[in-house]
């Protein structure tokens, strides 16, 4: 039997999964039930990388040992692939016994070799996040998290031999075109690796503790890639029949790591490299914009599946994402697509049917020699060929296509009409319908599930599906997809969040200037706001202000800006904006309306008119309140608000 190994990358959890972790899940998982109806030995593997600096800091925050953290987050995690309806085979940790004797091991063998040696690792490193920083992470020189200035300081750590390697790994990507999928990313690492030499990699640090003990040296940690990565053997128990494995699922932002530093990795190890690393790419939000909570476009696929179903996300993810390229998410868009296509060109067939069948027929049909007239199984070639280039996409659109031609096919032989063969006609259709529900499976599980149960069949592999092999006992079921509507609310021009002043420092000739780092919960941006004359820096410090996310990013005396704080005037007396009671990153609302998305100019946000009324803020005659508390402020009514 052929086997098939894919896996997807491994999650990060130090925060909650979003529509990114459920397309590339998806993804993965329609690849790992198409090969199952063929028939094929699959193994799909998932799970979660749990060490870590960040993880450590995450959960300290929380009062929480990083254990403790990281097995709350793997229930989360588990509890949303059941709700995407992901058929993974396991679910690896990197916290497990069993990953880490691997992970020693594995290093311990690379360190045999003369391939990991001890030095110093140098960078920029601030006390009070206790993280390094490259250069470019810097934010005017000061850590990008805090604002404070960093101090370059150095620590003994292991480094690997990758650039030993390089000429080799250059030499398989060249001979194996499909090694790194789509070929614009094969191309872009080729270009990489042609003008860059690689560095030496460091895999150990001393400065934290929550990670796996170094064999040879327990003082240190095995660093991010010598754990993470090695979870695709660790997984499978390598060695393994399932090695090597047929497909890498991941986001295009680690496709080095994936393509360079995992396999300089395994050629050390001497073990064969995977067959092909597919990096998808992003998905922003229906205008084309980056999705980012602070920008309050992101998009809860828990959410979405509670009001669609499962079925309707995946549907849409795989119909309108495009193979490895970035696509847009629009809920309207999706919504659309519900009711003309799953609705009306699947639903409205199966419900068609039913009724059909039970009305002429008493809902049985057999075959009585009839002939095959549309021939669903033929597109099942096509199909198979576009999966195998990683065209779900495509793949999709051919088999959707049978699902109009039956359709159409139906239209044309009216069989409410004409008696003569109508017999014929119906049971043409419902075994079509039964055939490429097979391979609308993996696309849709539980909706295909459904029909199945509805019409009675059992799943086949695709080679053992032949027309003429039902017997049909049927009845009338409620339709699949009901109409769904969707209304739409009017746009509150601006996407206000609360935010905590981090810090707030003089900009240099500049009297009213202050530049300061704000916490937005899921980020830190640096702000200029013009307050000196009325805050001092230490009161500033601390405040839960009401930052305007989407306002275009602007320099102000040498400094960038990616914000707006908002304060009322009257008088000569101005007062911030403060929500006392709401977590940073908490979203100001207005009653029915949905905030703006998308950037605005700040000529647009002048022409915003927020009104104050006893002491409380108002758009339009609606309050402005988080899900803690109306926004307020202590200022006489008429105030101006900027």
Not at 23 to 42: L, N, P, Q, S
Not at 257 to 279: D, E, R
Not at 377 to 402: C, H, I, N, P
Not at 550 to 565: H, P, Q, T, V, Y
Request: charged share 30%; proline share 4%; with cysteine.
């Amino acid at each position: 039997m052929k086997k098939f190994y894919i896996t997807t990358a491994i999650d990060y959890p130090n925060s909650d999964p979003h529509m990114g972790h459920a397309y590339e899940r998806i993804t993965a998982d329609v690849f790992a039930r198409w090969h199952r109806i063929k028939g094929e030995d699959v193994f799909f593997s998932y799970g979660l990388d749990e060490h870590g600096q960040k993880i450590e800091a995450v959960a300290k925050s929380k009062g929480l040992t990083p254990q403790k953290f990281v097995d709350m987050q793997a229930e989360v995690f588990k509890k949303f692939i059941r709700v995407l309806d992901i058929s993974n085979d396991a679910f690896i940790r990197t916290s497990s016994e069993k990953h880490i004797d691997f992970c020693r091991k594995m290093f311990q063998k690379v360190f045999d070799r003369g391939d990991i040696y001890k030095g110093e690792y140098k960078g920029n490193y601030c006390i009070y996040e206790e993280t390094f920083y490259t250069e470019l992470q810097l934010v005017n020189g000061n850590c990008p998290e805090c604002g404070r200035p960093t101090k370059v300081v150095s620590e003994e750590a292991y480094f690997f031999k990758m650039g030993k390697y390089q000429e080799k790994l250059v030499r398989h990507i060249e001979e194996n075109p499909s090694f790194i999928l789509p070929e614009t990313r094969r191309n872009e690492i080729l270009a990489r690796l042609a003008k860059e030499k690689l560095r030496d990699l460091c895999v150990s640090r001393s400065s934290f503790s929550w990670g796996i003990p170094l064999p040879n040296d327990e003082k240190h940690v095995i660093y991010v890639w010598f754990d993470a990565l090695l979870n695709y053997l660790s997984v499978i128990d390598y060695p393994s029949k399932y090695w090597p494995a047929d497909v890498h699922v991941i986001g295009k932002d680690i496709i080095w790591f994936h393509s360079v530093i995992w396999p300089a990795m395994l050629l050390s190890m001497g073990v064969k490299l995977p067959k092909t690393v597919f990096a998808h790419g992003f998905i922003n939000d229906a205008k084309g914009e980056a999705m980012s909570k602070s920008l309050g476009n992101v998009v809860n696929p828990v959410e979405i599946v509670e009001l669609y179903g499962s079925d309707a996300l995946r549907y849409y993810l795989m119909r309108v994402m495009p193979s490895g390229e970035d696509g847009n998410f629009s809920e309207k868009e999706l919504v659309e697509r519900y009711n003309k296509e799953l609705g009306n060109d699947l639903g409205n067939l199966l419900k068609r049917l039913q009724v059909l069948a039970v009305k002429y027929f008493g809902g049985k049909l057999s075959c009585n020699n009839f002939k095959d007239e549309i021939n669903a199984k033929d597109v099942f070639k096509t199909a198979d060929l576009l999966m195998s280039e990683l065209q779900y996409g495509r793949a999709l659109e051919f088999v959707w296509g049978v699902l109009k031609k039956i359709n159409a096919y139906l239209n044309e032989k009216e069989p409410w009409k004409n008696e003569g063969g109508r017999e014929k006609v119906i049971y043409n259709a419902l075994e079509n319908l039964r055939i490429i529900t097979h391979f609308l499976f993996p696309f849709m599980p539980e909706s295909a599930g459904k029909i199945a149960e509805q019409l009675g069949f059992k799943f086949e592999n695709s080679s053992e599906l032949v027309f003429g092999a039902q017997k049909y006992s049927i009845c009338e079921h409620d339709v699949l997809f009901p109409r769904i509507e969707l209304e739409e609310s009017p746009e509150f021009p601006l996407n206000l969040r609360v935010a905590r002043v981090l810090s707030a420092k003089r900009i240099p000739d500049a009297d009213k200037l202050y530049v300061g780092m704000i916490d937005l919960g899921v980020e830190k941006r640096q702000i200029v706001f013009g307050l000196a004359q009325h805050y001092t820096e230490e009161q500033m410090v601390g405040k839960h202000i009401i930052l305007v996310s989407n306002l275009k990013k602007a320099k102000i005396r040498g400094f960038e800006s990616n914000g707006m704080l908002l304060a009322a005037g009257h008088g000569g007396r101005v007062v911030v904006l403060e929500a006392f009671k709401t977590f940073p990153g908490g979203e100001v609302r207005v009653e029915g309306y949905k905030n703006n998305r998308s950037e605005i100019s700040y000529d647009e946000f002048s022409k915003v008119a927020l009104e104050v009324k006893n002491k409380r803020i108002f758009y339009n005659g609606k309050l402005l309140k988080t899900d803690k508390e109306d926004l307020s402020v202590d200022v006489p009514d008429g105030a101006q608000i900027k």
